[in-house]
Nanobody, 123 residues
Framework: QVQLAENGGGFVQTGGSLNLSCAVS????????MGWFRQAPGKEREFVAT????????YYVDSVKGRFTISRDNAKNTVYLQMDSLKPEDTAVYYC????????????????WGQGTQVTVSS
């Protein structure tokens, strides 16, 4: 059973940066597509970024392009989300998730989820 644990959330001011990490255990990490999603209060969980098995396929939601960077280290079984130029609208609980697909931007494709980490951006 794949288990995921996020870390790195916190409170920052507009324009600040945070680096989220997600440690994965219980599976063959190099054969898991990874994704980051977020859920703001009163809103549905939405796709943020995905990265393929070898880091060769990377996609972002339009609202974070140029500000967020997803990466992975298969030797450390860890996926990262570097978030720069943060805005108040980025405030949400951020979840990492794993899929057996090479990559995906569809929530339903991800079977394993972390517990989430809160990111709060003040204006």
């Amino acid at each position: 059973q794949v288990q995921l644990a996020e870390n790195g959330g916190g409170f920052v001011q507009t324009g600040g940066s945070l680096n989220l990490s997600c440690a994965v255990s219980g599976g063959t990490f190099s054969r898991l597509g990874m994704g980051w999603f977020r859920q703001a209060p009163g809103k549905e969980r939405e796709f943020v970024a995905t990265i393929g098995w070898d880091g060769d396929y990377i996609y972002y939601v339009d609202s974070v392009k140029g500000r967020f960077t997803i990466s992975r280290d298969n030797a450390k079984n860890t996926v990262y989300l570097q978030m720069d130029s943060l805005k108040p609208e980025d405030t949400a609980v951020y979840y990492c998730a794993a899929t057996e697909f090479v990559y995906s931007n569809q929530l339903a494709d991800f079977r394993s989820w972390g517990q989430g980490t809160q990111v709060t951006v003040s204006s």
